[in-house]
């Protein structure tokens, strides 16, 4: 990009002032580097908006044009447009959060970031740089955006660097990508040595919902496919296994919605986090398996430390993740089907005995004092309850009752023929994991039939548990 006024310069190869960019031609606002990519600046627009194109766009494909655009909480509704450092509204006194889109097939403008913008900055005073890379990102040829991706991630590895030269340090860099823009900041941190203060990442174009944050990343973010579910930072959070997501369609005849709505849902936890209506506990476990049978509900290894939150608060974690010998913690927990996505967990142990071994869900309704009704489905698949032996499980509500005043639990075998079995428990125990100073609830001596709902007065445990 070159500086307000500059004049229109020969075919030639030559430096831009003050940027260390080879340019080989320009005119007027547009510079074409050496690599190929285009920068732009347009100064008939009063307040820069990102770029938007049609579906044709992406069917014909796009060659290469970056914008970056510069908000603040002095500029918050009209941005500016970065030619270099040199700025009205740039202060690399605070940090710098660059927000990075991914692959655009159909050529439109990602929706969610003005809301993460603004978001951003309500809960800090910093410098967002919107990286807007549309030409380049739209087309229908996935290859070509996610080669046009390494070189996006070049232009910013000079911006950057030009940032450092006036006075910026690496530890205020923070990078939020999503999708290809993950590999783009992903190939930043490889290009500063992992270096910078952190990077954010969330996959989701036809995988799984993951995202993971980088306290430094002495690698790159490799291309695989169309995203990643592999852990790749120093920590990966895997909502609802990563897979599957409550809320969005389960077919296809949902049309565009069903491959958008999982893969989407990274960035608006993301964003839920910003919020903070509600804090999303994650825990750490070796899989989501394990996470849903109630074996990974404790957080030792954090200590003094709480369990991590989700999203953008992370950060609070940052010293001591980096310190650990394992180089990844994998995070898992459940969400609600639509905003803020919390959930209230508790942590069921039952202990049966029938002779035989019962295998079937279990579904939870809780009831306070007011006779408001919170239902959770305790499991996703049937678990297995022996005579004698602890079965452990993970159940979550939308809402949190501080008084609970009746339980209410149904066993499904999910037989729709043959006998209806019973499940006898000897104890069943509730204790809450978001709250956990709350003292525990129990109940002794029930008997379940198969898709009988059975309601009862919890009492305190004896002796305290």
Same mark, same amino acid.
């Given at each position: 990009?070159?500086?307000? @006024? ?54 014909? *494909? ?7 655009? +510069? ?77 046009? *991706? ?56 036809? +995988?799984?919902?993951?995202?993971? %944050? ?18 790749? @930072? ?59 049978? /109630? ?14 939150? +989700? ?64 239902? !959770? ?32 639990? %149904? ?20 204790? !809450?994991?978001?709250?956990? /100073? ?15 709902? +059975? ?11």
């Amino acid at each position: 990009m070159a500086r307000k @006024g500059a004049a229109q310069a020969a075919p030639s190869t030559h430096s831009v002032p003050g940027q260390g960019w080879q340019v080989e031609k320009a005119k007027g606002n547009v510079w074409v580097l050496t690599s190929g990519a285009v920068l732009v600046s347009d100064p008939r627009e009063t307040c820069p908006a990102f770029t938007v194109l049609s579906f044709g766009s992406a069917l014909i *494909g796009t060659d290469l044009q970056v914008k970056l655009l +510069l908000y603040t909480r002095q500029n918050e509704e009209c941005a500016e447009e970065l030619n270099s450092t040199a700025s009205k509204y740039l202060d690399l006194t605070k940090k710098t959060t660059f927000i990075i889109h991914g692959y655009r097939p159909t050529g439109s403008a990602p929706i969610w970031i003005p809301k993460l913008a603004c978001l951003l900055l309500s809960a800090e005073d910093m410098n967002i740089i919107v990286v807007d890379w549309n030409r380049g990102a739209a087309t229908v040829i996935y290859r070509n955006a996610s080669r046009n *991706g390494r070189r996006v991630a070049e232009i910013l590895k000079k911006f950057v660097d030009e940032m450092l030269m006036n006075g910026a340090s690496l530890d205020s860099i923070h990078m939020i990508g999503v999708s290809l823009g993950a590999h783009i900041s992903g190939f930043v941190g490889q290009m500063f040595d992992g270096q910078l203060g952190r990077i954010t990442v969330g996959f989701f174009w036809f +995988l799984p919902c993951h995202f993971t %944050t980088h306290h430094s990343l002495p690698g790159y973010l490799p291309f695989a496919g169309l995203g990643y579910a592999d852990a790749l @930072g120093h920590i990966d959070f895997y909502p609802n296994g990563g897979t599957d997501q409550p809320g969005c369609p389960p077919t296809v005849f949902a049309g565009l919605k069903y491959f958008k709505c999982d893969h989407q849902r990274s960035v608006y936890l993301f964003m839920a986090s910003l919020q903070k209506s509600c804090n999303i506990t994650t825990y750490p476990c070796e899989s989501y398996r394990s996470y849903r049978k /109630g074996k990974c509900t404790s957080c030792e290894s954090f200590q003094p430390m709480p369990c991590p939150v +989700l999203g953008y608060y992370a950060h609070e974690w940052k010293s001591h993740l980096t310190q650990q010998s394992h180089a990844v913690t994998s995070m898992y927990f459940d969400t609600a089907d639509e905003e803020p996505f919390c959930l209230y967990h508790y942590f069921v142990d039952i202990v049966t005995w029938n002779k035989s071994t019962r295998r079937g869900t279990l579904s939870v309704v809780l009831v306070d004092s007011t006779g408001s009704r919170a239902e !959770s489905k305790v499991n996703h698949e049937a678990a297995a309850f022996q005579q004698y032996q602890h079965t452990s499980l993970l159940v979550g509500f939308k809402r949190d009752f501080e008084n609970i005043q009746r339980i209410s639990v %149904t066993f499904s075998t999910g037989s729709a023929i043959g006998p209806k079995f019973k499940l006898r428990i000897l104890r069943m125990r509730l204790q !809450s994991l978001t709250n956990p /100073g709350r003292p525990p609830l129990c109940r002794y001596d029930v008997v379940l039939t198969d898709e009988a709902e +059975l309601s009862f007065r919890p009492i305190p445990c004896a002796g305290g548990g």
